[in-house]
């Protein structure tokens, strides 16, 4: 594969660059059309703080929309096959796309009792824990306040976000490494 540098993501047409970067956050192009205003970037770590900054910036009904734009944790989209490439590969990480019926009721009660509580999705990095560590963060951030889970929710979106980074650009822009690689 061609690598790409720094300078040619800072040489891209808009359109091009989102094209590239726009799933980072999940269906949220306009992160990645905002990182593009503020072009040229240094390195990596300056585009992935960028699109990290058009997030923090963005209104409340943005960040709201955000955190919205994510699937259920091996929820209906999942065993319908409807999730994007990167939330599929994610949750199959960690074996979310292979529950048994027991577990899958499971999940799927905790997603519900959680949408009813806070009005969006459960969001955490999959990628950084496990079942157990899902389960239990389910019923601990059950707990939180709605500006608690709300800051939460973006806060795992953020680690989400700079491993899909990783995982784009590692091998295409010359010196990023590959991030770990999930658990089966």
Known sequence: ???????????????????????????????????????PFQ???????????????????????????????AGKLARAGALT???AREQAGLGLD??????????????????ERFGFPFVICV???????????????LSHDIPTEMAEALGQIHHIACLRLGDLLAGRIEGVPAPPRSRS
């Open 85 to 87: 490439e990167s939330s």
């Open 1 to 39: 594969m061609e690598w790409l540098s720094i300078q040619d993501l800072n040489a891209m047409e808009k359109d091009e660059f989102v094209g590239l970067l726009g799933g980072v956050y999940e269906h949220s192009a306009w992160v990645a059309m905002s990182a593009w205003e503020q072009r």
């Open 98 to 115: 292979r529950l048994g019926d027991e577990e899958f009721e499971c999940f799927t009660r905790l997603n519900e009792r959680y949408r």
């Open 127 to 141: 990628r950084l824990t496990d079942k157990a560590g899902v389960l239990s963060a389910f019923e601990t951030r």
């Open 43 to 73: 390195d990596s770590a300056a585009l992935a703080a960028a699109m990290k900054g058009a997030v923090e910036t963005a209104t409340d009904a943005e960040k709201l929309a955000l955190i919205r734009a994510h699937p259920d944790l």
